[in-house]
């Protein structure tokens, strides 16, 4: 799957396990999203907005620190 997109340049999380148990995203028009140690098929699309959100939700599950829309 990456060869449709070769200009992406992933990057590994931040909090990935030794195993290398992790994700891995690249940001180009939006947010793509695999597995690092399975970097076929299934890699993931989101726009900005809505990894914003994935991402504030993830860090905030309970919505203590969220905002007025």
Known sequence: MEA???VLTWRKSS????TGNCVEI???DGV???HSQC???GILTFGRGAWQRFVR???DPAGTFRTAP
């Open 26 to 28: 690249a940001e180009v």
């Open 39 to 41: 970097q076929g098929p």
């Open 15 to 18: 909090h990935s396990e030794p």
């Open 4 to 6: 449709a997109h070769p």
């Open 57 to 59: 939700h993830v860090k």
């Open 32 to 34: 793509f999203v695999r």
